[in-house]
């Protein structure tokens, strides 16, 4: 009789392991993990604009407010491990990469693949915008695209000036937006020459003459950040499918809003459902440059369970048991990383101004916040509790 009580105990706990891989990841929260205060590296009109992961570094990428040439830098962080055993507050970064580019509120892209960031600067801008490949070691490469800069001029078809980057999984290959144009040019990740572009996507607004930022997902299908040409009328997310041959599919809207037409605007695709868990819904992330909006806003996907938190406004709690204080400005940018088995989103807040150097549970300064996306534990705890009514049933009937 023993025998047999011991056969269903393990038959039990059999079905309890299975229960709990099936169940431990049924729901799913975002948690604010640091908040790093990058305020004495990026001074006065200088802020931060991008954020890049290799899988074990952080890279931050600048942009610079005034007028003509300004110095902007690329800035290695730090590795994720030491950065979250570190608290929350001022941090002093590794290497800087600094370079010349126009000035007058333009914009910065930084994107990675293969040991290799690829950083976009003046962006917006007609002249002094370029492209360059850089390792993580922090050296330019200077033979790519021939003199070790990517110009407008010198993509197929040719342009007037660069507005965004992304890594496009489609060869894979460097994926550019330019302004007036909805076609993406492809360039080689390796050695900067011409891959054939994308075509214009269809069914966007002014057939996407206002793009500011695109966003790839795994399967090659892109996100597109539209603003309006007025500058008052409707913006928003579109999403184009990928064809067999390159090309797009006709863009469907996902979320619209009014705003003013500025060049600081992004989106991002998080593949939570592709590369962290097939039950979860990856996600959409993007900002609005509307006064007051300053946060990052969270779109569900829908290809899982849904992320039941809407927004990331920068003051919730971190591990140290501080709130900090909330984003100061609509500058917001945002990428993602798996490390250890964990998956993180990372966003960087811009200030042009002189703010403070210090702190981080007030102020205004230029900062790099973590955010890890993490299963919720509560079906865990239901099934255990099951586990444990199973076994104090078993002691009542001995």
């Known amino acids: 009789m023993r025998r047999m009580e011991m056969m269903r105990l393990s038959a039990v706990l059999a079905l309890g392991a299975i229960l709990a891989q099936t169940f431990v990841f049924a729901n799913y929260t975002i948690v604010h993990r640091r908040t790093f205060n990058l305020n004495a590296t990026f001074a006065g009109a200088e802020a931060i604009g991008d954020v890049a992961f290799d899988g074990n570094y ?26 979250l055993n570190t608290p929350s507050g001022a941090l002093t970064p590794g290497w800087t990469v600094t370079v010349s580019a126009t000035g007058a509120s333009r914009d910065t892209r930084l994107a990675y693949y293969n040991n290799h960031l690829y950083w976009g600067v003046g962006l917006g801008a007609a002249t002094g915008t370029a492209i360059r490949r850089v390792s993580t070691a922090g050296s330019i490469d200077s033979t790519w695209s021939g003199d070790g800069q990517l110009l407008p001029g010198e993509i ?30 492809r360039n080689n990740l390796v050695t900067g020459a011409d891959l054939p572009a994308t075509g214009a996507i269809g069914n966007l607004p002014t057939n996407g003459g206002n793009t500011r930022d695109i966003a790839f997902r795994p399967d090659g299908g892109v996100y597109v950040r539209y603003n309006s040409a007025s500058g008052t009328g409707a913006s928003g997310i ?23 037409a500025l060049q600081q605007a992004f989106v991002a695709y998080i593949p939570v459902n592709e ?15 509307v006064s007051g909006q300053n946060k990052i806003f969270i779109y569900n ?37 798996l490390w250890n088995g964990r998956m993180f989103i990372f966003v960087v807040n811009g200030f042009t101004g002189a703010g403070t150097n210090d ?6 300064f230029d900062r790099l916040d973590i955010y890890e996306v993490v299963p919720e534990p509560a079906s865990m705890l239901a099934l255990g509790s099951g586990l444990v009514s199973l076994l104090a049933l078993r002691r009542r009937r001995k």
């Open 301 to 337: 996907v829908g290809n899982g369970t849904f992320v039941g938190v809407n927004e990331l406004n920068g003051s919730e709690q971190v591990d140290d048991e501080n709130n900090p204080v909330g984003f100061q400005n609509t500058f917001l940018n945002a990428s993602w990383g």
């Open 58 to 83: 952080l890279y931050v990428s600048s942009w610079h407010s005034g007028s003509g040439t300004q110095t902007v830098r690329l800035v290695q962080v730090g590795d994720i491990g030491t950065l």
């Open 156 to 185: 197929n078809p040719s342009a007037s000036r660069f507005d965004t980057l992304d890594i496009d999984p489609n060869g894979p290959a460097l994926g550019i937006g330019v302004f007036g144009s909805s076609d993406i040019r």
């Open 238 to 260: 579109y999403f184009a499918p990928r064809n067999d041959d390159g090309s797009f599919g006709d863009a469907s809207p996902v979320v619209g809003w009014s705003e003013g």
């Open 359 to 364: 702190g981080y549970t007030s102020g205004s």
């Open 275 to 289: 590369f962290f868990f097939s039950g979860f819904s990856s996600l959409v992330l993007y900002n609005q440059r």
